[in-house]
């Protein structure tokens, strides 16, 4: 079965403080994650996705197989991060594709 | 493209009565998804598609619950009878394959 587990629900961290938000995943295929955000009053949108190994608003997310881990990490919080965070895993289903989601992690940043 | 578009985006309603939440995915996309978003749980998949047909419908909490994609450019969710529990925030997403999905602003329904 395919999971994502994000064990906190909320984070709280001071303004310029690193900051890590945790996901884990179960599946037995290949896994291709995500991270979706979701700031105040807007909708969700993919801030960045394992395969790019790109680096979005100074954060960065490493794929550990080995751990089954996709952390979200960022050394220097700003207010502005502020916001609700999704881990996603694609998932392959018999010939078609879901992305299933979990539950998020609220990260605050305060000043 | 405007996006993807929901309707109503809100819905205030009392138990017992009929819920329609509307989607209109963006253009050129062939996956078509359903959330419900929750304190409790989170974003949770209720159903998809795939080129209009209803893939894994696994995640629908009840028969209450029914979605249909009558084409590519429209679907709904439907919830008869609506009950209390089913106030949450309900989301639609499209993508070109579901890689990126693209999410609607959401429509927040309230069962009293």
């Known amino acids: 079965a395919q999971r994502v587990t994000q064990p906190e629900k909320l984070l709280s961290v001071f303004k310029g403080a690193p900051v890590e938000l945790k996901c884990n995943y179960s599946?037995?295929?290949?896994?291709?994650l995500f991270w979706y955000v979701q700031y105040s009053r807007q909708r969700l949108q993919l801030l960045l996705r394992?395969?790019s190994r790109e680096s979005i608003k100074g954060f960065t997310a490493d794929l550990n197989k080995g751990e089954t881990s996709f952390h979200l990490k960022k050394p220097f919080a700003q207010e502005e991060d502020s916001a609700m965070y999704y881990c996603?895993?694609?998932?392959?289903?018999?010939?078609?594709?879901?992305?299933?989601f979990g539950k998020g992690t609220k990260l605050t940043v305060n000043p | 493209d405007a996006g993807v578009i929901q309707s109503p985006r809100h819905e205030v309603t009392e138990m017992g009565q009929e819920v329609t939440l509307r989607c209109k995915p963006i253009?050129?996309?062939?996956?078509l998804f359903w959330y419900r978003q929750t304190m409790m749980r989170g974003l949770e998949l209720l159903i998809y598609?795939?080129?209009?047909?209803?893939?894994?419908d696994s995640g629908m909490p009840e028969d209450r619950f029914s979605a249909k994609m009558p084409n590519a450019s429209f679907s709904t969710l439907k919830i008869q009878p609506s009950e209390p529990r089913d106030s949450a925030v309900y989301f639609c997403?499209?993508?070109?394959?579901?890689?990126?999905?693209?999410f609607g602003p959401g429509t927040r329904l309230t069962v009293l």
């Open positions: 997403a499209s993508s070109f394959l579901a890689g990126e999905a693209y």
């Open positions: 599946y037995s295929g290949s896994p291709e």
């Open positions: 394992h395969i």
């Open positions: 996603a895993l694609r998932a392959f289903q018999g010939g078609s594709e879901k992305l299933v």
């Open positions: 253009s050129g996309h062939d996956y």
């Open positions: 598609f795939n080129n209009n047909v209803p893939i894994d």
